[in-house]
């Protein structure tokens, strides 16, 4: 297990992000984002960078409580790239109308790559669901698997290219979360 990593960037009241630290840069660049530079996402609302519609109103719903209360929040959440899973933990802390957001790395395990997560590779104009926070991907209404058995059951082996990936949030993340911060109410 490696150390915890701090990656740190700041929003203003208008969710502008308005400063990235160098670690936060340098995990971008080895996540095979190399587009995301301080001049491509300073001055830019975080909206444009968070993907799913669930996605963005939980994170609304965050940021929304983490500013009325004056109180930071903290969730553990997965920041996986095709040969690495990240567990790690989002630290919300209002300063004012602002927020400073802290991902650390709390574990990583390495593990065979995985074409299916590689935002290099050729996708086709089928999607496939992943949830934004566990990295658990959608195979029914029912279920939700690691990206190995989803490919498996899926028969993604065969498949090429590849679906792309569209971002929600699976049935028990969201009611972690929600039972978490009880004075929120889902509307999406």
């Known amino acids: 297990m490696?150390?915890?990593?701090?990656?740190?960037?700041t929003l203003d009241a208008t969710d502008r992000i308005r400063f990235v630290d160098r670690n936060w840069l340098r995990f971008a660049k080895e996540n095979l984002a190399p587009w995301l530079t301080a001049e491509n996402v300073l001055d830019r609302p975080v909206w444009e960078f968070i993907s799913g519609q669930e996605t963005r109103t939980l994170y609304r719903m965050l940021f929304e409580r983490a500013r009325s209360r004056r109180l930071p929040i903290s969730i553990p959440f997965r920041c996986d790239s095709?040969?690495?899973?990240?567990?790690m933990r989002l630290t919300i802390n209002p300063q004012g109308t602002e927020l400073e957001l802290v991902s650390s790395v709390l574990q990583e395990e390495?593990?065979?790559?995985?074409?299916?997560?590689d935002p290099m590779e050729e996708h086709?104009?089928?999607?496939?669901?992943?949830?934004?926070?566990?990295?658990?991907?959608?195979?029914?209404?029912?279920?939700?698997?690691e990206v190995e058995k989803a490919i498996a059951r899926l028969g993604?082996?065969?498949?090429?290219?590849?679906?792309?990936?569209?971002?929600?949030?699976?049935p028990n993340c969201r009611q972690s979360i929600m039972s978490s911060l009880p004075q929120l109410s889902w509307t999406s």
């Open 156 to 170: 993604l082996f065969t498949q090429e290219p590849l679906p792309q990936l569209s971002h929600g949030i699976c």
């Open 124 to 145: 086709s104009d089928q999607y496939l669901m992943v949830c934004s926070w566990c990295k658990l991907f959608k195979v029914s209404d029912e279920e939700w698997v």
């Open 2 to 9: 490696l150390l915890p990593t701090r990656y740190r960037y």
């Open 110 to 117: 390495h593990r065979p790559s995985q074409s299916l997560l």
């Open 82 to 87: 095709k040969d690495i899973r990240r567990f």
